[in-house]
């Protein structure tokens, strides 16, 4: 159920008509649309990172403050950029900050940023005066296809990632397609693997449209397809826009059948079961993504030796995650850091599994999940197929 309006595609969720809306040049559209709808509030408090400050907080500020009434405040608050800021220590200085500046229960917080500014701030903003409403403006690829959907918030600990946080649903999830311009290559990759993930499991015809629709997608998300021919740049926009819309509209089906992962949510998880232990070896050096990438693959072939898909499905998701710059073999340094034993332990703490019994999601074919849900492996056949690598 995807809708266009204006240029601006929007996605319900959670039954909320127009939540998500996604398309190019947002920033005048963000600052009126915010106002207007999420308007019974005297403080606005956009909260963002050092790396996307200088690139687009004073734009969106004028813009936002040029829509204020008088007796609204517009406040801003920007944080280290990267993964340590989702620290306990960092949702206490924002809260000092809101209580310092008298803000009450009529505030309304926006995550500018990427997936860590987005779950910090909605942590934040759902224990902040037990709960205010905030709004999400993900600047990575993985957050808005992934991070921004879905009302999980979290910070890390000591003892790891994620493991502190809430559901809370964003009022508005604003897609700025053109913000990806700014962001680094490596990082559009990172944001790839999760596409690529969702259409893997849901969607053949979009799995298609990424294995023949590199430049295009390169093109729209650098901007820069020539400039000189409009109808090309118009087509390869609407080709990177159909693409995200895709996958964000997927993630919002999936979210509105199954808020808190009872079921089906954990269908979001193909290639993160092996991905996830992959990552606590061999984090920070490897991104999420890159780790999923081997984890997709590892988990393809996992479906393809329990003979539930053909050999076909594994070389195929093989060369799209290529295509896309994403690694599909581990280089010998970091081979060494990854034991089978280790990596078979790490995997125990899975929240699928169920007591010893590990569960994974398997696929049937390129575009088709196994039962739609995960599926009881055996031990034996995960270490059979991981130590091959
Ligand atoms: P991130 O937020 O750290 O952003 C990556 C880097 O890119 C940062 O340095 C950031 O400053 C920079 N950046 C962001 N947008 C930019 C832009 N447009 N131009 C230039 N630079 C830009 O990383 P991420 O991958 O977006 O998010 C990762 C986080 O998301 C992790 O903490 C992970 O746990 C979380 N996550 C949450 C969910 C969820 O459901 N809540 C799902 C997946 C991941
Ligand atoms: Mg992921």
């Known amino acids: 159920m995807v809708h266009d309006i204006a240029n601006i595609t929007t996605i319900p969720l959670l039954n909320i008509p127009n939540l998500i809306q996604i398309g190019y040049q947002l920033m005048d559209h963000i600052a009126s649309d915010l106002t207007r709808n999420v308007n019974n509030v005297s403080n606005y408090v956009i909260i963002t990172d050092t790396q996307l400050a200088p690139l687009y907080l004073s734009t969106l500020y004028k813009l936002i403050q040029s829509h204020l009434k008088l007796n609204q405040r517009l406040l801003t608050r920007i944080l280290p950029c990267g993964e340590q800021s ?114 893997a499991i849901s ?80 984090s920070p050096e490897w991104l999420h993504g890159e780790c999923v990438s081997l984890g997709l693959i590892h988990e393809a072939e996992l479906s393809y030796y329990l003979g539930h898909c053909s050999s076909n499905v594994i070389s195929r998701l093989k060369k799209c995650l290529q295509l896309y710059d994403l690694p599909i073999k581990f280089d010998e340094k970091s081979k060494h850091r990854l034991g089978l034993a280790q990596v078979m332990d790490t995997m125990k703490v899975d929240k699928k599994n169920k007591g010893d019994q590990k569960r994974i999601v398997l696929l049937k074919k390129v575009g088709s999940a196994l039962d739609n849900k995960p599926t009881d492996v055996s031990d034996v056949a995960i270490e059979h197929v991981l130590s091959k690598y």
């Open 86 to 199: 989702k620290s306990r220590n960092t949702k206490a200085q924002i809260e000092d900050f809101l209580l310092n500046q008298k803000c009450t229960r009529d505030t309304c917080l926006i995550a500018l940023g990427g997936g860590v500014i987005g779950d910090l701030v909605g942590f934040v903003a759902s224990t902040f005066m037990r709960g205010v409403p905030f709004v999400q403006i993900p600047t990575t690829l993985l957050a808005m296809v992934d991070s921004s959907i879905g009302g999980k918030t979290a910070i890390d600990t000591a003892h790891g990632k994620n493991l502190i946080g809430t559901f809370w649903q964003p009022k508005r999830i604003y897609m700025n397609l053109s913000f990806l311009e700014t962001l680094p290559k490596r990082e559009i990759a990172n944001g790839m693997a999760e596409v690529i993930k969702t259409f």
């Open 203 to 282: 969607n053949e015809p979009e799995f298609i449209k990424l294995e023949n629709g590199k430049n295009q997608i390169e093109s729209a998300i650098l901007g820069f397809s020539d400039q000189s021919d409009a109808t090309k740049l118009d087509a390869d926009r609407s080709m990177l826009m159909s693409v995200v819309s895709a996958c964000a509209a997927y993630k919002a089906y999936i979210v509105t059948e199954d808020e808190k992962e009872d079921g089906l949510r954990g269908l979001l998880n193909f290639g993160h079961s092996i991905g996830h232990a992959y990552e606590a070896h061999l």
